[in-house]
């Protein structure tokens, strides 16, 4: 019998989240979920908007992440959308994002959903929050770039 191969990819991503933070560093954790969660992942309804990470007794917990359950996968379980979920971390790595969180300042956020094989990793970073004017020079230098990008391409021509 073959082999059973996943979609290969990213299952769902914090767009706004490298908008708003400064990222510093990165992590990749395994994350827990039940059966109907992983249908629902393989389905397209899962969503990082606003998610972030707490540590209560030296373990890591995804907060604010909604997995939408199915209606057909579902109807034995009381599912909860946005209960909070483990992260799988090894012990250097929790102790490192507890000392930075307890830092004025920083968070560890959520930034991506995705395959490895056939578990389900979640990509987290320690973050620095970007004030108003930081957000404005960031827009300010992408426009610029692509003014740039548009003007290369149309010189070429």
Same mark, same amino acid.
């Given at each position: 019998m073959a082999k059973k191969t996943s979609k290969p990819g990213v299952i &769902?991503?914090?767009?706004?989240?490298?908008?708003?933070?400064?990222?510093?560093?990165t992590f990749e954790a395994g994350i827990v979920l039940e059966g109907w969660e992983v249908k629902s992942i393989r389905s397209g309804k899962a969503s990082l908007v606003d998610s972030y990470v707490t540590m209560h007794d030296g373990e890591a917990f995804l907060n604010g992440s909604r997995i939408e359950p199915l209606a057909s996968a579902s109807t034995h379980v @009381?599912?909860? &959308?946005?209960?909070?979920?483990?992260?799988?971390?090894?012990?250097?790595?929790?102790?490192?994002?507890?000392?930075? @969180?307890?830092?004025?300042?920083r968070t560890c956020i959520a930034l991506s959903l995705y395959w490895k094989g056939q578990r389900v990793k979640c990509e987290i970073a320690l973050a620095t929050g970007r004030k108003k004017y930081d957000k404005r020079q960031l827009l300010r230098e992408r426009d610029l770039k692509l003014e740039q990008q548009r003007e290369a391409r149309e010189s070429s021509y």
């Open positions: &769902a991503r914090n767009r706004k989240a490298r908008f708003d933070y400064e990222l510093e560093r @009381v599912a909860a &959308a946005d209960r909070s979920r483990k992260l799988l971390l090894h012990d250097y790595e929790l102790g490192q994002i507890y000392s930075a @969180v307890q830092t004025r300042g």
